[in-house]
């Protein structure tokens, strides 16, 4: 049977118009951003509280003890550190299992290191007091941009396409480094009371972790309510009666390559592989803890 052009044509457009039809309708046409969910193998965030995890130590590995760790970030075998303390603040790229310092990278004096991530491919730092953020090449860790921040800067991760930051009260920002534009995503909440002292940030799985400042509790948050959900009590993990004041627990990081979890603090000898695992359901409000025999944390910014 012979069709003419003019038909042939026609039965193309019908075809396109059927099919950006149902493109549009089942949303292919127009794709929305995926959001992760932050998963855990609980339910806690609760009234009940959250659910306790212990940590195991994996492996040791040495960490320089004059480093003022206050940002930590892994990437398939290396490790990105900012350290702090004005004039000795640096970005630095560290072989894990050595600790050697493989590249550095010094902050003008004026600048206190804090919190650092991984954002887009680039490594973003922020500094203390001086309401600035800082834009590093991965590579070369020379630094490529900078921008505004309308609060002190502490702790600093990303999820999803945002970087979010934390000025160590109750409440998480989200910040864009291209325009400098800071707004308050929620203020963390356990048992519905607000968690100040909010601090290093790290994202595993959808969920971001932070450590509470002037304690040795790493809590888990569910970005979608600001509730915390799990908690580890990391106490013992870095024992010693003769460690300086300020040597507190302060650098989370998780190499989602190798699916690993890295824990360290400021001026601490050690850097320590762990593995998290429930020990109670959110009914139990007794944090447990594992590791290496108990000790004491005092914590000090300075």
Known sequence: MHISQAARGAT????LTCLVSALTVSGAAAPQHRQSVCRTTGKGGGDSGPDQ???QVRNVYPHDPKAFTEGLTADHGSLYESTGRYGESEVRRVDVHS???IQRKALDVQHFGEGITDYKGQLVQLTYKEKQGLIYDKRSLEKTGEFSIATEGWGLTSLDDQLIMSDGSSTLY??????SHQKPLFQVTENGRTVDGINELETVDGCIYANIFHSDRIIMIDPRTGKVV????MTGLNPGPSRPHSAVLNGIAFDARTRKMYVTGKLWNHVYEV???KVSSSSSTTPSTAGPAPGSNTSSRG
């Open 53 to 55: 995890y212990r940590y």
């Open 174 to 179: 989200s910040i864009d480094p291209e325009t």
């Open 230 to 233: 799990s908690s580890v009590d």
């Open 99 to 101: 600790g050697e310092v």
């Open 12 to 15: 193309c457009c019908a075809v």
């Open 275 to 277: 593995t998290l695992k």
